[in-house]
């Protein structure tokens, strides 16, 4: 196994086995043609990067058929807002240029564009990109990558802002990220980016945030050196809910901006939890194990007493829930979601099939096994009368408090 920056042999630290694309619902006619891959991910010593070693090509994963939209999260909307709020009062001033790399269904541009604000968005997924438009955002409908970015001659060393939200995660090629940030950033502009948070998920034992889209999870020490050995310094963390547990990262030219008390506070708290030591990855490996091992025997017990179960969000994380602990339709008889193109289809792998909310409030089971865990709370808000019934509700997070 090879890191994806150096290409230089690195650590592997487990398989998660034969894998189906992340978000590839289908319908019974396409089963024939499923793509699978090996799940396998990696540990660099030199760089502390966490990385998956084989996975589809983007081209595959982004395109008209993208089945995640913003705007379907209250909870995600209120994020933006803040997200902006804060960008507003730190880093924004009026005049400024700035681009979102996966601008999705331009729920965050729009704020900028509210506040009159030169905003353009990068999103490859036409499907998604299409609803953005309509909102009247400038949107270049095209991956974010030099061949692209090369043409923008009007932001070349004129971008103030360059700001992602779970996308730069997404992006296999960080030397050609790297090079497009180089291009566009001013003197004294800002690249400022959020991503699930390798601590969040190891404290959590949230495997299931290692999927097809996410190449990468990183770390403050992580990024801070793969940036940095390109001219970039890290001056600003802040810690995150979305989810799972994210962590915002505040990168600027080396000298150009004042480097925050926190960045040295987290780093150092990675060095002490030793995200540095391989001995670390091993341990997640083990907790992984155990974590498939107690979700699986949940539900088997639940099957041998006769109960009804079923799976709340047809995320793409449940993928590698699913096909990781070969849980099937023998064991979950469907999974609810609100997301019409994966509804009457199944899931990817596994193949339980997935039904609309209305189905699902028709025919509440015994158990529910909650996918979209990283939205509990807006989830069991939602859900008050269900749980009013003693239905049990689960997740594969061995701790995880649902707030019932």
Request: charged content about 25%.
């Amino acid at each position: 196994m090879k890191c994806k920056i150096t290409g230089k042999k690195i650590n592997k630290i487990m398989s998660f086995g034969r894998m189906p694309m992340a978000n590839g619902f289908l319908e019974k006619k396409e089963f024939k043609k499923e793509f699978f891959y090996n799940l396998k991910v990696g540990f660099n010593k030199n760089n502390y990067l966490f990385q998956v070693d084989n996975h589809p090509k983007s081209t595959q994963i982004f395109n008209d058929k993208y089945p995640f939209f913003t705007k379907k999260s209250k909870y995600m909307i209120k994020h933006f807002k803040n997200f902006f709020i804060w960008l507003k009062k730190n880093y924004l001033k009026k005049g400024n240029k700035i681009i979102e790399i996966g601008s999705n269904d331009g729920t965050f541009s729009s704020y900028f564009l509210k506040s009159k604000f030169n905003i353009l968005g990068f999103e490859p997924s036409l499907n998604v990109a299409k609803i953005a438009k309509k909102k009247k955002l400038k949107v270049i409908s095209k991956f974010f990558n030099y061949k692209n970015v090369s043409k923008l001659r009007s932001y070349k060393k004129n971008t103030d802002l360059i700001c992602a939200a779970n996308v730069i995660c997404h992006i296999p090629n960080l030397k050609d990220l790297i090079k497009c940030i180089d291009f566009l950033l001013s003197e004294n502009g800002v690249f400022i980016f959020e991503e699930p948070y390798l601590g969040s998920m190891f404290k959590k034992i949230s495997y299931d945030q290692i999927y097809d889209e996410h190449v990468y999870i990183f770390s403050a020490i992580s990024a801070s050196n793969i940036f940095g050995a390109h001219g970039f310094e890290l001056i600003d963390l802040k810690p995150q809910e979305t989810h799972g547990g994210s962590m915002r990262y505040v990168f600027a030219k080396k000298g150009q901006r004042e480097i925050q008390p926190i960045v040295k506070q987290i780093i150092d708290d990675e060095y002490a939890k030793k995200f540095n030591h391989v001995d670390t990855y091993n341990t997640f490996k083990q907790n992984c194990e155990d974590s498939k091992l107690r979700l699986k025997n949940i539900l088997e017990d639940a099957k041998k007493l006769g109960k009804s179960v079923a799976g709340y969000g047809a995320t793409s994380k449940s993928t590698t829930i699913l096909n990781y602990c070969d849980i099937g339709p023998n064991l979950i008889s469907f999974i609810s979601d609100t997301t019409p193109i994966k509804q009457n289809k199944v899931t990817p792998g596994m193949h339980i099939p997935v039904k609309s909310y209305e189905f699902f409030k028709e025919n509440v089971p015994d158990v529910i096994i909650l996918f979209a865990w990283n939205h509990a709370k807006e989830i069991i808000e939602k859900e008050r009368g269900i749980i009013d019934k003693e239905v049990q509700w689960i997740t594969h997070l061995p701790d995880f408090d649902l707030g019932i």
